[in-house]
């Protein structure tokens, strides 16, 4: 179809428009210094915690946690490094909500050489069933390190946690990129003693135990600024609960109460002068007397 020219002139008799057709419209220009809008949405900065700066997540359970984490829980296709002074002490009470809810879901959580034999007992009153539990059980460094790398590179698990002590930099980062087509979560246990160590996982928490059961949490890495303190998690282990009164809910109460009895009663043994407390006696010297 040609092309319809429109003559309708100004006042100088030249044609006002040449072609006739939609109008064109152009993108406002920023001012220096300033940004599109359309590159300003998709533009993701380091010193924030917004969903762009993470893939999928898994809610961790603590609501003080998540509000820390990048994207709002423990991340998925990628690995997630806890650290702790000793090995499987706390582990479950921090990754056991996540995992609930990967059972709920119907998924698999394969676990990889742990130290101790998991108390099934306790898990599934963490809402952890045995019929969606599988243990590996691995001794040498060497095999549990194959382990987990054949099941993440599988991803035929709903979440992998593994204890590798030992694992080294290079190994890390290839778990890292196998971890990138993994559905699920990986969680890898280390010593406290590897925070000096170079790592690729793109978190990395230190854990600790509290007086009035709770977990310290202490993110050392994470895709976004750096944390300052620590988060404070209360964490009853499962089946306790419901045992336990409010008075040993709270054991730091306790502590400090008969911390203030002991110092009163010292405070009344020993009385106080004006002029300070009264000197040791010496001994009485012995003379030797000579015939």
């Known amino acids: ?130 019929g969606h539990l599988v243990w590996v059980q691995a001794e040498a460094p060497a095999e549990r390190l194959w382990c987990t790398e054949q099941l993440v590179k599988s991803a035929a698990c709903g979440a992998l946690v593994a204890w590798l002590p030992q694992a080294r930099p290079e190994q890390m980062r290839r778990l890292q990129v196998c971890a990138q087509a993994c559905a699920g979560p990986v969680f890898l246990f280390r010593p406290a003693a590897a925070r ?20 310290h949490v202490h993110i050392l890495k994470r895709r976004g600024p750096a944390h300052d ?8 282990p499962g089946g306790l609960d419901a045992v336990l009164t409010p008075r040993l809910l709270t054991p730091s109460r306790i502590i400090a109460s008969r911390s203030a009895g002991r110092d009163a009663t010292r405070h009344l043994e020993e009385p106080v002068h004006a002029v300070g407390g009264l000197a040791p006696c010496a001994a009485p010297r012995r003379h030797a007397t000579t015939r």
Do not use: Y
């Open 1 to 130: 179809m040609p092309a319809v020219l429109s003559w309708a002139s100004d006042e100088d008799g030249l044609p006002a428009q040449g072609l006739v057709g939609p109008p064109k419209t152009r993108l406002r220009r920023s001012s220096p210094g300033e940004l599109p809008s359309e590159v300003e949405q998709a533009l993701w900065r380091g010193s924030d915690l917004g969903p762009q700066a993470a893939g999928p997540v898994l809610c961790s359970g603590f609501s003080a946690l998540d509000a820390e984490l990048p994207g709002g829980g423990w991340p998925c296709r990628a690995v997630s490094e806890v650290l702790s002074a000793q090995p499987s002490v706390l582990e479950w009470r921090l990754i056991g909500p996540a995992l609930r809810g990967v059972v709920a879901a119907g998924g698999t959580v394969v676990v990889v050489g742990p130290p101790k034999t998991p108390h099934l007992p306790g898990l599934q009153h963490s809402g952890i069933d045995a």
């Open 196 to 215: 000096h160590e170079p790592s690729a996982a793109p978190l990395r928490v230190l854990a600790a135990f509290g007086v009035d059961w709770e977990l």
């Open 229 to 236: 303190g620590v988060v404070r998690l209360p964490s009853v």
